[in-house]
């Protein structure tokens, strides 16, 4: 069974990345106005099969995910007036958004028919933008899905040292209750570093414009293989599109992540994933539609490469460093039933071994044997230094880190991050040696 999102770009309250991930089998349709100066309108997003239809009235229940509305829980009719806790992970709750637009907190949306859900806890005023900062996610002790595993009190465990794990004691501790029922962060817990995934803090507007800016260039492309995403890829999985270029914003690349979970979201059990948008511009423009398929074997893949290319160039990702932004857009339970699976796993001899780049190599000669100036720099010396062209394999060319095992399996959130980690060092290293 293949899965088609419908993505109407630029600007919806809802998930990052305009438009909704909808499973071709099971959905109900959803319409929406988007904001007029951005360009597009929001048109509607069917499913052949499901509880309602078009804009008429239907309902749905469980622990969908309405992303026109930021609502989990059950809902009825299209537009329709609505209440409810928007979806409040774990992971939501830690960040401090003082904007109020994710997170915990209350939605309202006016129109015909009725909506509600509630998930998560907490309470706030459903806002526009992202506020707040991420200063206070720390790297707390997680399972293998990359839940935090939570101590007596409900509280989460945060960690002493890096790869801290729930075998040693001594590697995490407790949060400190200041007063009865009131805890604080301890000292010497080790803060979450984010850097350039800041991007996630952008207006859903913009991220969602970057969606649309990459279907555009990827329009009928269909990757159905290893092999097709592999030639379709530069060294470190980012996207090459038809013309030689490569998909380096940080944006477009986060776009693409979370567009993909929200396909898992949407149908888990998805054979294949088609990203679409369609576009109503001001004006006698007429609308455009894109799109692009992936093949349900290789999100584990792509969405590792997307978020290493939205983040920084230098550094090393980690487990919290990932769990946290992908729980800021309330995907993070998406993730975990992705990688928390045995269908899931990551080789890395499989994905670069063989994978040749050529690269400028520093090397010191003896120029007075020849007597020659073979470095140009007017003298003949006994330890000229030269670069010379050489092909690698990045496989063993490459310093790639050891990211912490939770439970070596094979798969988890731990293997994700081993993942994502490896094309940051890829693309570090492509980046700084690599000749075009």
Same mark, same amino acid.
């Given at each position: 069974m293949s899965s088609a999102r419908k993505t109407f770009a630029p600007s919806r309250l809802g998930l990052l990345f305009g438009a909704t991930f909808l499973p071709v089998l099971g959905a109900a349709a959803i319409g929406a106005a988007i904001v007029p100066d951005s360009g597009f309108l929001v048109s509607s997003a069917q499913a052949q099969e499901g509880h309602g239809q078009g804009g008429g009235q239907g309902h749905g229940q469980g622990g969908g995910h309405d992303s026109l509305l930021n609502l989990r829980g059950q809902g009825q009719g299209a537009g329709g007036q609505g209440q409810g806790h928007m979806g409040g992970s774990l992971e939501s709750g830690i960040f401090r958004d003082d904007g109020g637009e994710r997170g915990m907190g209350q939605g309202q949306g006016q129109g015909q028919g009725q909506s509600q859900g509630q998930s998560g806890g907490g309470q706030g005023s459903g806002g526009g933008g992202k506020g707040g900062d991420y200063g206070d996610i720390v790297i707390v002790l997680r399972d293998d899905a990359g839940n935090p595993i939570l101590d007596e009190n409900g509280n989460i465990q945060p960690c002493l040292v890096a790869g801290c794990t729930e075998d040693d004691p001594t590697t995490y501790t407790q949060l400190v209750e200041s007063e009865e029922g009131d805890f604080e962060l301890p000292d010497g817990v080790i803060p979450v570093e984010f850097g350039r995934l800041n991007v996630a803090r952008s207006p859903d507007s913009v991220i969602e414009h970057s969606l649309a800016e990459l279907l555009a260039k990827f329009d009928g492309t269909s990757i159905d293989s290893l092999e097709q995403l592999?030639?379709?890829?530069?060294?470190?999985? $980012?996207? *090459?599109?038809?013309?030689?270029?490569?998909?380096?914003?940080?944006?477009?690349?986060?776009?693409?992540? %979370?567009?993909?979970?929200?396909?898992?979201?949407?149908?888990?059990?998805?054979?294949?994933?088609? #990203?679409? %948008?369609?576009?109503?511009?001001?004006?006698?423009?007429?609308?455009?539609?894109?799109?692009?398929?992936?093949?349900?074997? #290789?999100?584990?893949?792509?969405?590792?490469?997307?978020?290493?290319?939205?983040?920084?160039?230098?550094?090393?990702?980690?487990?919290?460093?990932?769990?946290?932004?992908?729980?800021?857009?309330?995907?993070?339970?998406? #993730?975990?039933?992705?990688?928390?699976?045995?269908?899931?796993?990551?080789? $890395?001899?499989?994905?670069?071994?063989?994978?040749?780049?050529?690269?400028?190599?520093?090397?010191?000669?003896?120029?007075?044997?020849?007597?020659?100036?073979?470095?140009?720099?007017?003298?003949?010396?006994?330890?000229?230094? %030269?670069?010379?062209?050489?092909?690698?394999?990045?496989?063993?060319?490459?310093?790639?880190?050891? %990211?912490?095992? *939770?439970?070596?399996?094979?798969?988890?959130?731990?293997?994700?991050?081993?993942?994502?980690?490896?094309?940051?060092?890829? #693309?570090?290293?492509?980046?700084?040696?690599?000749?075009?």
């Open positions: 592999i030639a379709g890829t530069d060294a470190s999985g $980012r996207l *090459i599109d038809a013309d030689g270029n490569t998909i380096d914003s940080p944006l477009e690349n986060f776009a693409l992540y %979370v567009a993909l979970l929200e396909a898992v979201e949407a149908d888990p059990d998805a054979s294949s994933y088609t #990203l679409s %948008v369609s576009t109503d511009p001001h004006g006698d423009e007429p609308p455009e539609s894109f799109s692009m398929t992936v093949s349900a074997d #290789l999100v584990p893949t792509l969405a590792a490469a997307a978020f290493a290319a939205a983040s920084d160039k230098t550094g090393d990702l980690t487990v919290d460093e990932i769990m946290g932004i992908t729980g800021f857009v309330e995907l993070d339970g998406a #993730l975990s039933s992705l990688v928390d699976s045995s269908d899931y796993s990551y080789d $890395r001899a499989a994905l670069y071994d063989g994978v040749m780049v050529t690269v400028l190599q520093e090397s010191t000669v003896d120029e007075t044997i020849g007597g020659e100036d073979i470095n140009g720099d007017g003298e003949i010396t006994s330890n000229a230094l %030269v670069y010379t062209t050489a092909d690698v394999n990045l496989y063993e060319a490459v310093s790639f880190n050891d %990211v912490p095992s *939770i439970d070596d399996d094979g798969n988890g959130i731990d293997t994700f991050t081993q993942q994502a980690d490896d094309a940051v060092q890829v #693309l570090e290293f492509v980046h700084d040696y690599a000749i075009d």
